[in-house]
């Protein structure tokens, strides 16, 4: 069967730009909305001014938008513009808002998924449906033919929350999806650093085969080994707080593949 051709690479890298500075005028927008600086209410400036506040295309300033939306940070009049929402306690990811009040470390986030993803891990092995197990092995391959960081993060967030809706525990997933903002921030962090590609660890593949195997000890080994990673390879990252270490990240990746368009 014929495949389509690898975009050129230019193309690859001005793609890669515009996922970067999706993420950082998101960051920078849901900051400002979830800290009240941006009170509930207020019209956001119209995409076009948006574009020339933060040197971006308007079609990134709109896939911003649609993520604040799916966030419900911002309700989207037609023809009125965008309004800041009212926000409540029943989004999950609300509660990533209390989190980095508290200004967590890369490690502490690390430290919080072991237990977490360890349990989750061990309860998918023995109850995941063939179905669910045919969406963890697709995440798995979405993350492989990935070729640019931010597609990576983001299958590879899928993966572990494919495995936390295997589980059958609704309040593990959802503890999960609480923390998904910031694990996705270090996965930005991961796919760009060749150190996480360190051999002999266990990766997505190794804990898919377990969980396939229906061997729930070796899942969660796999899983503990795969997360402690980063305790060895983050460096002086394991002790800044998770937000000041994606901000500097992603300026840093942004820099990086504006010097090669």
């Given at each position: 069967m014929p495949t389509e051709p690898p975009a050129p690479m230019g193309q690859e890298l001005s793609r890669s730009y515009?996922?970067?500075?999706?993420?950082?005028?998101?960051?920078?927008?849901?900051?400002?909305?979830?800290?009240?600086?941006?009170?509930?209410?207020?019209?956001?400036?119209?995409?076009?001014?948006?574009?020339?506040q933060f040197g971006a295309s308007r079609n990134v300033v709109r896939e911003v938008l649609r993520r604040?939306?799916?966030q419900h940070l911002i309700e989207v009049a037609p023809g009125r513009g965008s309004f800041v929402r009212e926000q409540s306690s029943r989004h999950a990811r609300h509660y990533d808002a209390l989190y980095r009040a508290g200004r967590p470390t890369v490690r502490q986030l690390i430290e919080a998924r072991i237990p977490l993803e360890v349990e989750i891990v061990g309860l998918a092995t023995e109850r995941a449906t063939e179905a669910e197990l045919a969406v963890i092995e697709r995440a798995n391959v979405?993350?492989?033919k990935a070729t640019d960081v931010v597609d990576k993060a983001h299958a590879d967030l899928e993966f572990h929350d494919a495995i936390a809706q295997a589980s059958g525990n609704p309040v593990l997933r959802i503890m999960l999806s609480s923390i998904s903002g910031m694990m996705f921030e270090m996965m930005l962090r991961s796919h760009s650093d060749p150190s996480i590609g360190e051999p002999g660890v266990p990766?997505?593949?190794?804990?898919?085969?377990?969980?396939?195997?229906?061997?729930a000890e070796r899942a969660r080994r796999y899983m503990r080994e795969h997360l402690t990673l980063g305790l060895r390879t983050y460096g002086a990252d394991l002790d800044v707080s998770v937000d000041a270490m994606a901000r500097q990240h992603i300026e840093t990746l942004l820099s990086q593949v504006s010097t090669r368009i």
């Open positions: 515009r996922g970067l500075l999706t993420e950082r005028i998101a960051r920078q927008l849901e900051h400002d909305i979830r800290s009240g600086d941006i009170k509930p209410g207020v019209k956001l400036p119209s995409e076009r001014e948006l574009a020339v604040l939306e799916a979405a993350l492989l990766h997505h593949a190794e804990i898919y085969e377990a969980i396939a195997a229906r061997d």
